[in-house]
């Protein structure tokens, strides 16, 4: 997660048919983080003790930041040298947290619509560490009749014991963390496991059931040919995941990659540039639509959309509710962002003085969550006007009109049918950037997400 020393650099945003500098171009949330403060913490408390919801989905997020071995391009807040002590003095503190929440007005009684365990890399947790921390969230949110529990995984730390039991615990959403199947493209990216550990994982994963297996690629790595990304999509294609999400590499500031860069006094990143990236994962959409996938997001192509769904991130870009705990993790309560902690000091401190681990949060106004709902949703390839309208009030044709009309004008956007205004391909390739089109002014300088 973002470290707050770098909360106020905001350079611009990346050009088309630039290089790779460093930033973070992948847009989460909005408004941007810089604009979230300590002093709107009070915010989160006040939502909490207000009445629940009525229609709100609720999800529940738990951050396990240990690790293996730190990538060179990971700007996540993980930890590599924390013993089995120290993980359970840290599952504990995240219990006191998590067990405050369930206890205020906003949220008694509520079940878990989804729940997510991410990282870090939460498969590290041996299975009678993750049996216990998952019942004792469950003793305190319900997920009895949760449409989705997420789970993120490294390769190399699971075998058949372990995903039996992450199975048992009753993930349905395996995401595993490939990233490339060449060794020697994972070892300069500083990836912990080898390409025979994908293999025997994945298998031993579609053995044991899992309603939806993912694995993540990410185009562009330091060292990545074309050649060598063909071989990962035809690999991919052929051991056959219900989804594949493919990111574009980016090179966040607290990177080990950004601080070669700063001591060798280089501005560009040694991975491949934009119009590489987007070629690259271009020719990969294309590929698994060959294969019978439909490609669902900026990110994503699905096997069978019917069943395939990515319940996470579809309920929160449309402003379901999240209770979040965990070092560094995001929030969002009744219109309140909130981010904890960034360090695991200070977070299990605060919650061993009886205190909440929050460290800024950002009440949201109305024509921000519209904004925010747009511009996440923007990233789905298409949206319908009638949808905004009926949900804000809002008539997005005419409101960003010269917005859609520039879009259209440089290839990036159709109307598609009376109700349906479309990204095309090279528009979803570069949505993320497309996306600041529409912020709000006083936010569009803030172009990488720190």
């Not at 048992?168 to 994972?186: A, C, K, Q």
């Not at 071989?231 to 051991?239: L, T």
């Not at 934009?274 to 994962?281: A, E, G």
């Not at 309140?336 to 949201?364: K, S």
Request: glycine share 8%; with cysteine.
């Amino acid at each position: 997660m973002s470290d707050p020393s770098t909360l106020t650099r905001t350079p611009p945003i990346a050009k088309a048919d630039s290089e790779t500098e460093a930033g973070n171009y992948f847009v989460s949330n909005y408004p941007p983080f810089s604009f979230w403060k300590p002093d709107q913490v009070h915010r989160v408390h006040e939502v909490l003790e207000g009445p629940a919801p009525v229609d709100t989905p609720l999800g529940v997020y738990f951050h396990i930041p240990f690790c293996r071995k730190r990538c060179h391009f990971c700007y996540f807040r993980v930890y590599t040298d924390k013993n089995a002590n120290e993980i359970r003095a840290y599952v504990n503190a995240g219990m006191k947290e998590l067990a405050h929440y369930a206890a205020q007005p906003y949220l008694v009684g509520r079940k878990a619509h989804f729940v997510y365990f991410g990282g870090g890399t939460p498969s590290y947790l041996s299975v009678p560490q993750l049996k216990e921390l998952t019942d004792r969230m469950k003793d305190l949110i319900s997920w009895e009749g949760a449409e989705e529990v997420a789970f993120e995984a490294e390769p190399g730390t699971l075998n058949e014991t372990k995903l039996t039991g992450i199975r048992e615990v009753g993930v349905t959403r395996l995401s595993l963390g490939v990233e490339n199947f060449d060794d020697h493209i994972l070892e300069s990216n500083g990836r912990a496991h080898r390409s025979g550990e994908i293999d025997k994982a994945y298998n031993f994963a579609r053995g044991l059931g899992f309603e939806h297996i993912n694995i993540d690629l990410i185009a562009g790595m330091m060292n990545e040919t074309e050649e060598n990304w063909r071989r990962c999509v035809a690999k991919a294609i052929e051991m056959g995941p219900d989804a594949v999400t493919i990111y574009q590499m980016e090179v966040p500031y607290n990177t080990t990659i950004y601080k070669n860069m700063q001591a060798e006094g280089k501005v560009t990143a040694p991975v491949a540039s934009w119009p590489q990236k987007r070629d690259w994962v271009s020719y990969a959409f294309d590929e698994f639509q060959k294969a019978g996938y439909t490609v669902t997001s900026a990110y994503t192509v699905v096997k069978d959309p019917e069943r395939i769904k990515f319940v996470y991130r579809d309920a929160l870009w449309e402003g379901a509710d999240l209770v979040s705990a965990g070092v560094a993790s995001f929030g969002h309560l009744g219109g309140v962002h909130y981010q904890n902690q960034a360090d695991i000091g200070p977070y299990v401190e605060a919650l061993d003085r009886g205190e909440m681990p929050i460290f800024r949060a950002y009440e949201t106004n109305e024509e921000e969550r519209f904004i925010r709902e747009f511009v996440l949703k923007l990233k789905l390839g298409h949206f319908q006007p009638s949808y905004y309208k009926e949900k804000f009030g809002q008539d997005v044709l005419t409101r960003f009109a010269p917005e859609l009309a520039a879009l259209q004008r440089e290839g990036f956007l159709e109307i598609t049918g009376p109700d349906e205004v479309t990204l095309t391909r090279a528009g979803l390739l570069q949505s993320d950037r497309l996306c600041h089109e529409f912020f709000l002014p006083q936010h569009r300088q803030y172009a990488r997400y720190t």
